[in-house]
């Protein structure tokens, strides 16, 4: 969830796309079991497909929220935004990290100091 006057939608090439989250969460590719909106479908979602939903309201600097549902059970992990300060300094932190990097594709995992435990699969 964003502010209501965020106009772009999620990015979905970032964090939840990559191939070794992927593999590590359930072996399931997200560009042919992602369901982005449920806006008019009456049927279940199909088996292994994995819901995304964007909301926009408010003054909502950054919630992301990722939930595992069982059956009778859900596990819930929410990171909350509530400075825009937060973004502005890991930007200069990941600046600062790439100046003596050598070229190539890099995330804030590697910025942070974790990239060894998500590309390690």
Known sequence: MHHKH???APVWHGFASRRSCRRRAAEIDLQTHSVRSRDGIMDPRKTGDIGFAT???GSVIGEH???FAGEGERIEL???AEDRQLFARGAVKAALWGFD???GFYSMADVLGLGHLINSR
């Open 6 to 8: 965020k106009v772009d």
């Open 55 to 57: 909301l926009r309201g």
């Open 65 to 67: 929220s990722v939930i």
């Open 78 to 80: 929410t990171h909350r």
């Open 101 to 103: 990097q050598k070229p």
